[in-house]
T-cell receptor, first 116, second 116 residues
Framework: DAGVTQSPTHLIKTRGQQVTLRCSPK?????VSWYQQALGQGPQFIFQ???????QRGNFPDRFSGHQFPNYSSELNVNALLLGDSALYLC???????????????FGNGTRLTVT | AQSVTQPDIHITVSEGASLELRCNYS??????LFWYVQSPGQGLQLLLK??????LVQGIKGFEAEFKRSQSSFNLRKPSVHWSDAAEYFC??????????????FGKGTKLSVKP
């Protein structure tokens, strides 16, 4: 049973460029969340997708956008990259619905983004 | 505002010794509480969770945690530490939206080193 998978594992971009990160949720999961983890910090919530719509959003600028596809996979897009966007980007998934209120988040291994 | 505090940035224990990692949270409603572990270059693995009921919860790898509402704490314990437990540990609060899980708020983490 594959867990949460993310691609690519590492990425180097130049300031001002745009980047797309991809995530496939764990089998049976329908809700996908994205977190940013800066070096030496805990993960910070970016947004959550369910039924192909953004349901919750953290305190991140509009440069951060996302998408969820009918197969529940998701993309995170970041425009106009800044040096401060360098971080580990974690995707997490869970099952939502009746009887699954205590379904915890399962995390992928992340994409390490470096902006130069 | 909701927050999670992990007072210890770095802890070193001898192999075989007991361990307690501290976590305090600030949240107005009944919290959902989690401990995750992160090895270098990896994503987050769930150790244990608390949603309701028994305040002492058991997790994987011999870890347990106790929810103390009066102290707003959810400390992680292990009676005998193994060298493989060396990693970074994150405490998190899951926001409670009328019984449904919202996003997680993480502490900054505690790095655990194990001496042989």
């Amino acid at each position: 049973d594959a867990g949460v998978t993310q691609s690519p594992t590492h990425l180097i971009k130049t300031r001002g460029q745009q980047v797309t990160l991809r995530c496939s949720p764990k089998s049976g999961h329908d809700t996908v969340s994205w977190y940013q983890q800066a070096l030496g910090q805990g993960p910070q919530f970016i947004f959550q997708y369910y039924e192909e719509e953004e349901r919750q959003r953290g305190n991140f600028p509009d440069r951060f956008s996302g998408h969820q596809f009918p197969n529940y996979s998701s993309e995170l897009n970041v425009n106009a990259l800044l040096l401060g966007d360098s971080a580990l980007y974690l995707c997490a998934s869970r099952q939502t619905g009746i009887g699954s209120y205590n379904s915890p988040l399962h995390f992928g291994n992340g994409t390490r983004l470096t902006v130069t | 505002a909701q927050s999670v505090t992990q007072p210890d940035i770095h802890i070193t224990v001898s192999e075989g010794a007991s361990l307690e990692l501290r976590c305090n949270y600030s949240y107005g409603a009944t919290p959902y509480l989690f401990w995750y572990v992160q090895s270098p270059g990896q994503g987050l693995q769930l150790l244990l969770k608390y949603f309701s009921g028994d305040t002492l919860v058991q997790g994987i790898k011999g870890f347990e945690a106790e929810f103390k509402r009066s102290q707003s704490s959810f400390n992680l314990r292990k009676p005998s530490v193994h060298w493989s437990d060396a990693a970074e540990y994150f405490c998190a609060v899951g926001l409670n939206y009328g019984g449904s899980q919202g996003n997680l708020i993480f502490g900054k983490g505690t790095k655990l080193s194990v001496k042989p």
